[in-house]
């Protein structure tokens, strides 16, 4: 008996998505041409494919003739990928998970890289920060993910989505947050809604910490505790004395609080630290 969920590709090859690689693939065309509308790939540019699939934008991303390197994780569809544009030299399809995938041995320029995918929802926000530490090499980066997680990076202060994911997130990028995408333009239907979102990395970071690893540990450290003030929720790394030095109220909350003063926060600790 035939799979329903199973597709037949172009080559003859069916498909059964596959839980564990978080598969929904995207077939509704008029959703895929907007995506290739905010995209406007150019000649001349270098993108960056994560997680094509099927190929529903693979097709649409190639027909530029610019360099097109895509990161499919699935065997079967890497070969499929590999099968349908043998003759496009300038196409390259890497089988290998995109989390241990080196950004660097693609020998990008700085700000060259432009990427686009339909990410794994289960493994997004991992994504994000892996090519986060390669933000001097991309000048953009257009994704679909879990509508949830896309009001979460978008979110401004006191936002009830406002988190540790939009500030670190807003600390290396602009995000706009471009359009909805229902349920049923997949196969198979998510159970959650989606989201088109575009992230470009600032070319002058506005803000830029002493230590952007005591900025994650401040931030982290403030929303595991979201419900307390912040004398509270960060006395293991502020003391009161040196919050008395900051223009800031320590009877606030976390969300209250916005990525400049998080910064001032972190480089007062790491300051502190210095001494």
């Known amino acids: 008996m035939s799979n329903p969920s199973a597709r037949k590709l172009n080559n003859g090859l069916n498909h059964t998505p596959r839980k564990r690689f978080g598969q929904n693939f995207l077939h509704d065309q008029g959703i895929i041409q907007r995506i290739i509308d905010e995209v406007a790939p150019q000649p001349g540019q270098h993108l960056l494919e994560i997680g094509p699939g099927q190929g529903a934008l693979t097709g649409h991303l190639a027909s530029v003739g ?30 290998q998970d995109i989390l241990k995938f080196p950004i660097e041995s693609l020998e990008p320029t700085p700000h060259s890289l432009r990427v686009i995918g339909n990410l794994p929802y289960n493994i997004s926000t991992p994504v994000l920060f892996h090519l986060l530490r390669h933000h001097a090499s991309i000048d953009d980066m257009v994704f679909m993910l879990q509508l949830e997680v896309v009001q979460r990076m978008a979110a401004g202060v006191g936002d009830k989505n406002y988190g540790r994911l939009g500030l670190m997130l807003q600390y290396f990028c602009e995000i706009e947050h471009l359009f909805n995408v229902p349920s049923a333009a997949f196969t198979p239907q998510p159970k ?14 506005p803000l830029q910490a002493r230590s952007v690893d005591t900025l994650q540990t401040v931030i982290r450290t403030a929303f595991n505790q979201r419900r307390k003030t912040l004398r509270n929720s960060l006395k293991t790394l502020v003391s009161d004395a040196l919050f008395a030095t900051l223009p800031i109220d320590a009877s606030q909350r976390p969300e209250n609080l916005s990525l400049a003063d998080y910064v001032l926060v972190s480089d007062a600790i790491y300051d502190e630290a210095q001494r």
């Open 66 to 95: 610019t360099r097109l390197d895509c990161i499919e994780l699935d065997r079967d569809l890497a070969q499929f990928l590999v099968g349908r544009h043998a003759n496009d030299t300038h196409v390259t399809i890497h089988q």
């Open 192 to 205: 959650v809604s989606s989201a088109i979102v575009r992230l470009r990395p600032h070319r002058v970071m």
